[in-house]
């Protein structure tokens, strides 16, 4: 006889591949009790506790020896009788609950023995074997129900651990949805928040990433009165330091046994001469400069500072820092190909936003291979790339650009050393540790400058149409570069959108981001990036943006924050300095601080964001103040700790 019985869902009993109706629930019940305790024999008292929730009635005894009488008839000499007990022989893979077991034990081993490509073909059979909720349609509050309870619990743990397998083998961008629905009906599982967060950050979005353990720790905190975990707590840290070991590390490939012979710093140098003519065996030259803007505008004084710089005296290293969205790659671009023609040797551009974690060891392995490096020459030790870089480029005429650059750790060991080569560094920050260098800081572009910005983009006379309105939309961009192509662009597209349209939209600040978007162009995104580099610096630079986005117009009380906070003082002011390093924040004449326009309605969306996480039942009773009142002019900066004299005032530095 071919049986095979199913509790992993809506019990079923099959025979001969032949599905066969066991009959009412509780002959189900007692056939799943039979079959749960497989090869062993059940007694009458304990097989009638996991059929009746209450106390068994008197005819208990003869309603269960009925049942049994009816499946002993589909079943044959499987059902064995004993004195006062039942036993239901079946092999293994005759019970989907043996079975499942079976494949979980096998590949978590596989797991464990560093084969998640296998542990994923085999827990994914073991989640296979599930068709619903265990013991679907059997009586609930009967001794079975601990049975139910107990296989509930192992398909999450499976779950995770099929989960866990994937991530190894790099299939992070499928998981995220199944994990959310995962977490949906299981918000209390720490390891699958983990999960999560991990999956985003390795699909690049590590701001996402942050929200998640936001998420996490509000639920926690919520339904169980508890903080995250050590290993959450670890996990959140790592995400936020950009640690490399979070990253993908594909499985290695089978070992052969090959000679192989690691060229030496001197090999190296053989196959790259120091000197010769542009093109020689060994050199790449790389022109790695993106296309120019056309229609960049308005930054003629800064564009002049950084050209004269790089054509100064050696060694050169220039920064360009400001606010996001202000231009300074594109400043940077346009700088490179002034003097492009001054650098024969190459030129090298670097873009460390397309990245979620940058190391220093990657930016040179990153350069040493635009220098015509083979990547497997390519040294492991990160001191070792940096002398190898340092040769090639001695006495070469090599501009390198590196754009994203969020800490000077970054881009140190790349400095000219001597005469040839030239470094431009595009960041949000001042990078004031770096020494010897030369800072070109932008600002906010001039009303006239935007202008000009937004004329490059639309036809003048539909742009002098409506000159009030003209005025009204350079106002509503704050200066922002990006913001001005943003609408210039959406202008250019929609012919028959007026500036006005575009203004009354604009006019809302809580969709003003939603508006700020157009294909590649985001000042969301912009901020995303600038956000979630201070965030990996400064914790509290995060929970900050989030305090100052409920209520932008709102005086800042040193006192309640660092309580709110869980920080002193000074830990306060340290974290101020680091936002209006990184143009987040921005010291008015008063010793105060305030918000920068755009700035104001993302932190606003922060603010909101951490709400609806803290609580998702009510959020919209609990909205932020600055979401429900109304902010006043939204164009402008607001005021933070803007009465001066007060001495509850945040002094930005002090």
Not at 21 to 46: D, H, I, Q, T, Y
Not at 148 to 168: N, S
Request: glycine share 8%; net charge neutral.
């Amino acid at each position: 006889m071919k049986l095979q019985i199913r509790l992993l869902g809506t019990v079923e009993l099959r025979v001969d591949d032949k599905v066969i109706a066991p009959g009412a629930a509780k002959r189900r019940a007692v056939l799943a009790a039979l079959a749960l305790e497989a090869n062993r024999a059940v007694s009458l008292p304990r097989m009638a506790d996991m059929v009746w929730a209450a106390c068994p009635p008197a005819s208990a005894v003869a309603n269960l020896r009925s049942h049994v009488a009816a499946l002993r008839r589909t079943l044959g000499g499987r059902l064995i009788a004993h004195r006062n007990a039942y036993e239901l022989r079946l092999a293994t893979h005759e019970l989907d609950v043996t079975e499942f077991h079976r494949l979980a034990d096998e590949g978590r081993a596989l797991l464990a023995a560093a084969d998640p490509a296998s542990a994923v073909a085999t827990l994914t059979a073991a989640l296979a074997q599930w068709g619903g909720p265990s013991g679907e349609g059997l009586p609930r509050g009967t001794a079975l129900d601990s049975w139910w309870t107990g296989l509930d619990e192992q398909r999450l743990q499976v779950f995770e651990e099929l989960a866990e397998a994937r991530l190894a083998v790099g299939d992070h961008g499928q998981l995220l949805s199944e994990l959310r629905r995962h977490l949906a009906g299981h918000p209390l599982r720490e390891r699958a928040w983990g999960q999560l967060m991990l999956a985003l950050y390795r699909c690049g979005d590590v701001s996402a990433a942050l929200t998640v353990y936001q998420d996490a720790r509000a639920v926690l905190e919520e339904q169980l009165g508890i903080e995250p975990g050590d290993e959450l707590v670890a996990l959140h840290r790592a995400v936020l330091d950009r640690a490399s070991e979070l990253a993908h590390t594909p499985a290695p490939a089978p070992v052969t046994t090959a000679s192989v012979t690691f060229p030496s710093p001197q090999a190296s140098a053989a196959r790259v001469p120091p000197a010769g003519p542009i093109g020689a065996a060994g050199w790449v030259v790389p022109r790695e400069l993106p296309a120019d803007l056309v229609t960049f505008v308005g930054r003629e004084r800064e564009t002049t500072k950084v050209v004269t710089a790089l054509r100064g005296a050696a060694p050169i290293t220039v920064v360009i820092t400001g606010p996001p969205g202000s231009g300074k790659t594109a400043l940077a671009v346009r700088a490179a190909h002034a003097v492009a023609a001054e650098f024969p040797d190459g030129q090298v551009f670097v873009d460390l936003d397309k990245r979620t974690s940058v190391n220093p060891g990657e930016v040179l392995a990153r350069v040493l291979r635009a220098l015509g490096v083979a990547p497997a020459d390519v040294p492991e030790d990160v001191d070792e790339r940096a002398g190898w870089f340092r040769s090639l480029v001695a006495d070469r005429r090599l501009l390198l650009v590196v754009d994203g650059v969020t800490r000077s750790a970054q881009v140190r060991a790349l400095l000219p050393a001597g005469p040839g080569p030239a470094l431009v560094v595009v960041g949000q920050r001042r990078l004031g540790s770096l020494d010897g260098v030369r800072h070109v800081t932008l600002r906010s572009l001039a009303a006239i400058g935007a202008r000009e910005l937004l004329e490059a983009l639309v036809d003048r006379g539909r742009l002098a149409v409506d000159p009030a309105a003209m005025g009204e939309l350079v106002r509503l961009c704050a200066g922002s570069v990006l913001a001005l192509r943003v609408a210039g662009t959406r202008l250019a597209a929609y012919p028959a959108m007026s500036v006005a349209a575009l203004v009354a939209q604009l006019g809302d600040g809580r969709e003003r981001l939603d508006l700020l978007d157009y294909e590649d162009l985001s000042v969301r995104r912009s901020l995303d990036s600038v956000v979630a580099a201070v965030r990996a610096e400064d914790e509290v630079a995060g929970r900050l943006l989030v305090l100052l986005g409920a209520a932008p117009d709102a005086l800042l009380q040193p006192e309640r924050v660092t309580r709110q906070l869980g920080i002193s003082s000074a830990r306060l002011r340290r974290t101020l300095d680091g936002l209006a390093d990184a143009h987040l924040v921005q010291p008015d004449e008063s010793g105060g601080c305030r918000l920068p326009a755009l700035v104001r309605e993302y932190a606003a969306e922060l603010a909101a964001a951490s709400t609806v996480a803290a609580h998702p039942r009510d959020w919209k009773a609990r909205r932020p103040v600055g979401c429900l009142m109304g902010r006043g002019d939204l164009s402008g900066p607001g005021p933070i700790g803007s009465h001066g004299d007060s001495p509850t005032s945040v002094r930005a530095g002090s």
